[in-house]
């Protein structure tokens, strides 16, 4: 450990998950954090429980706003879970000076996602800061949902199982560095941030056997796939033809030196599903707008227990490893 925070500490990958092991849960170890599952199972497995909070830089992009992206980030961590969101906490610190009128942008935003959703705002606080002490403004949203599927955990995932995900990938990295460095590009590039509860919803009342689910925010698929080969003790096959990359982010990686599954996304998921209702489950994804190119991308295996394998068309294999190194800071 460094002696000082860096900013690659908070890229969900390595060191992130270093600072994580070593400060926190050292400090608040206990049998329901080291499920390490996107929301905490309280209350004898009917409620999910969590906590996120948002310093995205810019404010405003492309396809949401700091606003949406704190509800939606939140909310999709309990739906990962299975859960319906019910109940948030949004606690605000701005800075001195900024502008009412972004404020009540912002929050009209959240009141939407929180209607979509069906959920509702039940506490909050307001903070003030001196010009200077923070960027704008930071939000934290906590979230209880109730759960709709019991058994849903990374901790589960076996050979019985498939790995798909929702749509393609990286599109909110891209989009936020753009934004970032005012690159001018002419494509219809926009951040994936939606709300994934009605999605999973519609999982469940098809009746897709769920083993896990998580949404690929920081640190992208490629954090999310090693992070369950390690909680479920497997190794996991992908087929790197068959991860579902946009022409657009594929163009921002090929300039920008950027691996796609490093890229944070803020409206795409990661499953793990039984074999046999593969097919079904990637029918319901489908019928969702934007889900067009949602995937079977890997498969589980023994090979090597731990790893994540990609493997070409060419018939090479490589490990792909937990992203590392300061990717991009302030993305969520």
Same mark, same amino acid.
Do not use: R, W
């Given at each position: 450990m460094n002696k000082t925070i860096t /900013?690659?500490?908070?890229?969900?990958?390595?060191?992130?998950?270093? /600072?994580?092991?070593?400060?926190?849960?050292?400090?608040?170890?206990n049998e329901i954090l080291e499920k390490s599952?996107?929301?905490?199972?309280?209350?004898?497995?009917?409620?999910?429980f969590s906590t996120d909070?948002?310093?995205?830089?810019?404010?405003?992009?492309?396809?949401?706003?700091?606003?949406?992206l704190a509800v939606c980030g939140t909310c999709n961590d309990l739906a990962m879970m299975g859960a319906k969101p019910k109940y948030l906490t949004c606690s605000v610190?701005?800075?001195?000076?900024?502008?009412?009128?972004?404020?009540?942008?912002?929050?009209s935003s959240m009141k939407k996602?929180?209607? /979509?959703?069906?959920?509702? &705002?039940?506490?909050?606080?307001?903070?003030?800061?001196?010009?200077?002490? &923070?960027?704008?403004?930071?939000?934290?949203t906590t979230g209880i949902g109730e759960i709709q599927t019991k058994g849903i955990s990374s901790n589960n995932i076996s050979s019985d199982d498939v790995i798909l995900v929702s749509r393609d990938i990286g599109a909110h990295g891209a989009t936020i560095f753009i934004a970032r460095e005012g690159i001018e590009m002419e494509?219809? /590039?926009?951040s994936d941030c939606k709300s994934l509860y009605p999605q999973v919803q519609a999982l469940i009342d098809a009746g897709i056997k769920i083993t896990a689910m998580r949404d690929a925010t920081r640190g992208g698929v490629g954090a999310v796939l090693n992070e369950w080969a390690k909680q479920s003790n497997i190794c996991i096959e992908v087929e790197e033809d068959s991860i579902p990359i946009?022409?657009?982010?594929?163009g921002v990686c090929e300039i920008l030196g950027f691996e796609a599954t490093s890229l944070a996304n803020e409206g795409t998921f990661v499953l793990a599903i039984k074999k046999d209702d593969a097919d079904k489950a990637l029918e319901v994804l489908k019928s969702f707008k934007d889900n067009?190119?949602?995937?079977?991308?890997?498969?589980?295996s023994d090979e090597h227990i731990q790893k994540v394998i990609l493997k070409s068309s060419w018939g090479t294999k490589r490990f792909l490893d937990t992203p590392t190194g300061e990717l991009l800071p302030r993305i969520c």
């Open positions: /900013l690659a500490q908070g890229n969900g990958g390595v060191e992130n998950n270093e /600072l994580i092991s070593k400060v926190f849960y050292k400090a608040f170890k599952e996107d929301a905490a199972v309280i209350h004898g497995g009917e409620l999910a909070s948002f310093t995205v830089s810019p404010i405003f992009f492309n396809g949401a706003d700091i606003g949406k610190i701005i800075e001195e000076g900024f502008e009412t009128e972004q404020l009540e942008t912002i929050v996602e929180l209607e /979509l959703n069906g959920a509702v &705002v039940v506490s909050g606080d307001t903070k003030v800061m001196p010009k200077g002490s &923070v960027d704008k403004i930071i939000i934290n494509s219809s /590039l926009k946009s022409d657009e982010v594929k067009s190119m949602a995937s079977k991308i890997a498969q589980v």
